[in-house]
């Protein structure tokens, strides 16, 4: 089973993982600010991922695990 | 299973970089490269002066700090110090083809068995967005503010085009980071660059064209575009020097 | 013991180096000290070494840089205008804390200036030369047997205090002939646990840098420098007295200049004038216990440079301006003949300036 975890505090909310993501599952937190004051990336929906760590590849800060 | 996980020759140092630059992106695939080639325990890297000047808190590697654009000279005592350790350099574009140019061309020409990581958005970051030797025609620096003109001051410094006229360069490739397939492509480029180290054959340079949402004044995304878009019309990607193969090929 | 040759001071000073286990030469081409080069680029291929022409001397000084990181006894040599352009990776290795032996064969300037021997880069080597609070030991031969002996005692020193050593010779020591006898090295390799060798997966990584944005640590790395930098003072002073058991007049002059200035204090003596003279051998740390010593005793010091007067502030602070000190000095790489001196001494006796 797909599994996708963000390391919140580290995430600059930069959205580029977003951006890549094929299935359109990921989006910036509205409610969440992380230490670094930002809106941390996160997955809306675990059950569409299909792990192809997209997200991973663009993500600067290697906020980013994904399991299979 | 782990599909994807930070490699170990990164540090748990949080990168200071801007959100979105991709800096981050071309350090880890440097990591990468480096773990897969399992090296981190011979490998010793050479920070440059710019954004990437704190290089050395990154790489899990042994570092030495070098002063602006003389990475590549450092990188030569280092390597002709014991050339069985792996020696790179990571550079921005003011850096390498700006103030080091000389060093550069230099290490180049020698086929200095060394790999050189060049990172190109086209702009100085550290100091707040002036303009670089590798600012587009027109574009909009703190120091160009009408536009780069190339009349008065020139044009934009081509590297893989120029290291590739030299006898000396093993392999040059220019690659790009701002999506899925050109991050794996960049990968493969990197790795590429360190393995011909290990088998001793000279002078590497991977030209990362990178970008800088905050100097550019865009979103991460829209930098991403801006990219694709301006640079890799001016700086187009590929292998532009390859002698082994070259001569694996005649 | 081994036999004495005869050998130019360059390549003498090239060959001692190796003795002393410098196997790694980094150099560019410049008049006065282009046979250090030369002589390097002929010996180190054959003993396993490294020569390597580099495009400019700020390439050099940073594959010295490299080298030196690497844990390797690395050396680069140059005449003043090149030391110019080394200043910048000078600075950066005395941030580093590397150990490294930086030659300097002088010539005169400023600028392009002339290819004749000078002292004019007195200030720059003792004061530091390029950006930043640090001091180089600076050690200044006065013949060829010293152009030899003074490489590996640099290199102890630079290795023993984690810091760059520079030779400041001038022209006529890198040019003239005498006999040398090279002798071993003595003192074993430094220990190095510093050095940038791959954690072999085993330690921590080792960090080689000048950089610290945060102002309390740049002043603490600062501090601890200049801790260091006392221990020097204390410890390494170096200086020969020559006739200085009675003497009432004192020449201080290095290099060249004490060569010539040998000849008028016994000059000097012979007309009845009770002359002496000290010669510094380390010229940071400056040999002001010896001055002071001497201020105890003379009534008048005169300082013999080639240069428009730059070592005579440091005699002047180290004995306080307890005594007056006056200047007889050529430059633009012309050398005080030995009456100049003799007429100096005379004058500084007679109570004159």
């Keep these: 089973m797909a599994k996708v975890t963000f390391e919140k505090d580290l995430c600059k909310g930069c959205g580029l993982c977003i951006a890549a993501c094929p299935k359109g599952i990921l989006s910036l937190s509205k409610d969440e600010i992380n230490q670094k004051g930002h809106h941390p990336a996160q997955i809306d929906d675990q059950s569409k991922c299909i792990a192809c760590a997209f997200c991973a590849t663009m993500c600067p800060d290697c906020v980013i695990t994904v399991e299979k | 299973m782990i599909v994807f996980e930070k490699p170990k020759a990164l540090t748990d140092a949080p990168l200071h970089y801007c959100p979105g ?83 550069t061309v230099h290490a180049a020409a020698r086929g200095e068995n060394i790999t050189v990581i060049f990172v190109n958005n086209a702009i100085y970051g550290m100091t707040g967005g002036q303009m670089a030797p590798t600012s587009l025609p027109g574009q909009v620096t703190q120091t160009s503010p009408y536009g780069r003109d190339v009349n008065t001051v020139g044009y ?35 790795e590429k660059a360190f393995r011909r180290q290990t088998e001793g054959k000279g002078f590497s340079l991977i030209e990362v064209l990178s970008t800088c949402p905050t100097n550019w004044g865009k979103t991460p995304e829209g930098a991403t575009e801006w990219l694709e878009q301006n640079m890799i019309p001016y700086y187009p990607l590929g292998v532009y020097k390859d002698k082994y193969a070259e001569e694996a090929a005649k | ?111 392009l200036g002339g290819i004749q021997p000078s002292q004019s880069d007195y200030f720059q080597a003792t004061r530091g030369g390029g950006h930043g609070d640090y001091h180089l030991l600076v050690l200044a031969p006065s013949s060829v047997q010293e152009m030899a002996d003074l490489v590996s005692k640099g290199f102890d020193l630079a290795e023993k205090y984690r810091m760059p050593c520079m030779l400041l010779a001038d022209g006529t020591m890198g040019q003239m002939m005498e006999p040398v006898e090279l002798r071993e090295r003595e003192e074993a390799p430094a220990d190095k646990p510093w050095a940038l060798t791959g954690t ?139 009456d100049e001196v003799l007429a100096a001494v005379e004058r500084a006796a007679e109570g004159g300036k």
Aim: charged letters at 20%; aromatic letters at 6%.
């Design chain 2, 156 to 190: 934009p410094v081509r590297i893989c085009e120029l290291l590739a006229t030299l006898d000396g360069t093993g392999y040059v490739e220019r690659v790009a980071v701002n999506n899925v397939k050109n991050v794996r492509n960049a990968k493969k480029a990197i």
């Design chain 2, 21 to 103: 630059c991709t800096h981050g992106i071309i350090h880890r695939l440097v990591a990468e490269a480096i773990d897969s080639l399992d090296i981190a325990g011979k490998t010793i890297g050479v920070a440059s002066v710019g954004c990437s000047v704190f290089a050395y808190n990154y790489f899990n590697v042994d570092m030495v700090q070098a002063a602006h654009g003389r990475a590549p000279a450092v990188a030569t005592g280092v390597k002709r110090a014991d050339p069985s350790k792996i020696v790179f350099t990571y550079q921005g574009d003011g850096d390498l083809a700006s103030i080091g140019t000389a060093e």
């Design chain 3, 200 to 338: 072999e997966n085993k330690r921590k990584p080792n960090i080689i840098n000048s950089l610290a944005l945060e102002p309390q640590e740049l002043e603490k790395w600062n501090e601890e420098r200049f801790k260091r930098y006392d221990i020097v003072r204390e410890n390494e002073q170096m200086s020969q007295s020559y006739r200085m058991e009675d003497a009432e007049i004192c020449v201080v002059a290095f290099g060249i200049a004490a060569r010539v200035s040998q000849n008028a204090v016994d000059m000097a003596r012979a007309k009845g004038i009770k002359a002496g003279m000290i010669r510094p051998i380390t010229l940071w740390p400056f040999p002001e216990k010896a001055l002071k010593a001497a201020a105890g005793q003379c009534k008048a010091f005169v300082s013999v440079e080639l240069n428009m007067g730059q070592m005579i502030e440091d005699v002047k602070l180290s004995i306080e301006c307890s005594r007056p000190v006056s200047l007889c000095c050529r430059t633009g790489g012309m050398i005080p003949s030995p």
């Design chain 3, 1 to 111: 013991m081994a036999d004495k040759i005869l050998m130019k001071g360059n390549e003498a000073l090239a060959e001692a180096a190796i003795m002393a286990g410098c196997r790694h030469y980094f150099g560019y081409p410049i008049t006065p000290q282009t046979e250090v080069a030369a002589y390097m680029a002929k010996r180190m291929p054959k003993i396993g070494g490294c020569f390597l022409q580099a495009e400019s001397e700020i390439a050099a000084i940073n594959m010295c840089i490299g080298a030196a990181a690497a844990g390797k006894r690395a050396m680069t040599s140059s005449s003043s205008p090149g030391i110019s352009l080394k200043s910048e990776g000078i600075s950066y290795m005395a941030g580093c804390d590397l150990p490294a032996l930086i030659v300097n064969v002088q010539r005169g300037g400023p600028g």
